[in-house]
């Protein structure tokens, strides 16, 4: 259970060697840890089984449609994010429902079983903690609530690691949601260089974060460990450029259906559904039965969907967003509109992958801002 960070903010100082005891810990309380890997040169959220799988000395640069990693630095976490978003564990791509069995002129039900595996997420940003928060409400909150999703969360441990650089692409400040983690995690952790090696200022989160550190091989924070995290973050927040101005942002979106903007955006959008896949906060699911070749067998599953494809708003008759004009509104207005009255929250915390990872390199902050400004586009 998480509690309010203050009540347990006493900053300690873990080493490297520290790091890899947390990480031998949780595997030793019955955890699959998950962390920031390097594979097909992006860093990706996978199994970390010690610190050598942590892609320390890798950073990456980002921009509309580019993505690289290159060598800089000694950090453990000196990239800032990746494609894979953590709700690929919480809410998977692929989540079976309940299954058939025939024979004997009887079919059963089966219904799928509950994981009760216990996870436990290392290297979780800001703005990803604020994106678990709002698939929280999505799946725990409202009328519906996803058994699947409440076991994972229920036995999740997370460590925050605050951001020390950001991408071009960043923009969770403007957003409200980072640099810097302020609450949702057990415990938070911010990478710093002493004149030996790396640090880590760390701070629990919760009663069970707590619990940990105390495991843990650290010692009391000094002022000058404390000056050197508050640095880093102050580093990553200096780099943020871009910014969505929110003020009305809500009205104005759900005020200008005809703006000729969309027509601009939708000339350029290719409706490949990148943006919606890797976006930490896009829950769209479909449901289909799939069936063994001899019809024994029948499983109903769940899949993820996106709303930029045509037969995601087929209803009887036909698609009712026909357009990718109609398509891309739809998704904007309800990431920073709608999804407010849904809610209660922005579908957006300002991570920036749909930037990144759109294959043309449209940019939800331009595209908000060129309908604020009344731009008519190109
Ligand atoms: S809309 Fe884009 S910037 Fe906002 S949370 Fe989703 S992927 Fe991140
Ligand atoms: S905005 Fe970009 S990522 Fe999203 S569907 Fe269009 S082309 Fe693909």
């Known amino acids: 259970m998480l509690v309010e960070t203050d009540s347990c903010n006493s900053p300690f100082v873990l080493d490297a060697n520290g790091l890899g005891r947390l990480i031998a810990s949780l595997h030793a309380s019955g955890h699959r840890v998950l962390g920031p890997t390097r594979r097909d040169n992006a860093v990706v959220y996978d199994e970390v089984r010690s ?29 800032t994010i990746g494609p894979t978003a953590w709700k690929s564990f919480l809410h998977p791509p692929k989540q079976s429902l309940w299954s058939t069995k025939t024979g004997n002129g009887q079919t059963e039900i089966r219904p799928a079983s509950i994981s009760d595996e216990k996870l436990a997420f290392l290297g979780v940003r800001a ?16 009328a519906y609530r996803d058994p699947h999703y409440a076991a994972r969360r229920a036995n999740l441990f997370i460590i925050a690691v605050n951001c020390g650089r950001a991408a071009s692409t960043c923009f969770c400040s403007s957003m409200g949601t980072g640099p810097k983690a302020r609450e949702g995690y057990d415990l938070a952790l911010t990478e710093f260089i002493t004149s030996e090696d790396v640090a880590f200022l760390a701070v629990a989160g919760s009663k069970e974060g707590a619990e940990m550190l105390s495991t843990l091989p650290t010692r009391p924070a000094t002022q000058a460990d404390i000056d050197a995290s508050t640095e880093a973050t102050a ?15 809500s009205p104005l979106l759900k005020e200008n259906p005809d703006h000729p903007r969309w027509n601009d955006v939708a000339s350029r959008c290719l409706n490949c559904a990148n943006c919606t896949m ?7 699911t479909k449901v289909e039965e799939v069936s063994d070749l001899d019809g024994v067998e ?15 708003s087929y209803i009887h008759g036909g698609a009712v967003r026909t357009t990718p004009k109609a398509r891309y509104r739809q998704w904007m207005t309800h990431k920073l ?28 902050t331009e595209e908000a801002a060129a309908i604020r400004s009344g731009n008519k586009g190109g």
Do not use: M
Request: negative net charge.
């Open 127 to 142: 703005c990803e903690l604020a994106a678990i928060a709002v698939q929280d409400k999505v799946f725990l909150d409202g």
């Open 298 to 312: 029948t499983s109903r599953v769940q899949s993820w969907a996106s709303c930029f494809t045509s037969d995601f």
């Open 235 to 249: 580093q990553a927040e200096s780099q943020i450029n871009r910014r969505i101005d929110t003020s009305g942002l």
């Open 51 to 79: 610190t050598s799988d942590l892609p320390r000395g890798w950073v990456d640069e980002q921009a509309g449609g580019h993505y690289r990693l290159k060598r800089e630095g000694e950090a453990y976490f000196g990239y």
């Open 337 to 364: 509109a709608t999804w407010v009255d849904q809610f209660g929250t922005s579908g957006c915390v300002g991570c920036g992958r749909c930037i990144t990872w759109c294959p043309v390199g449209i940019d939800i």
């Open 278 to 284: 890797v976006c930490p906060t896009c829950f769209c």
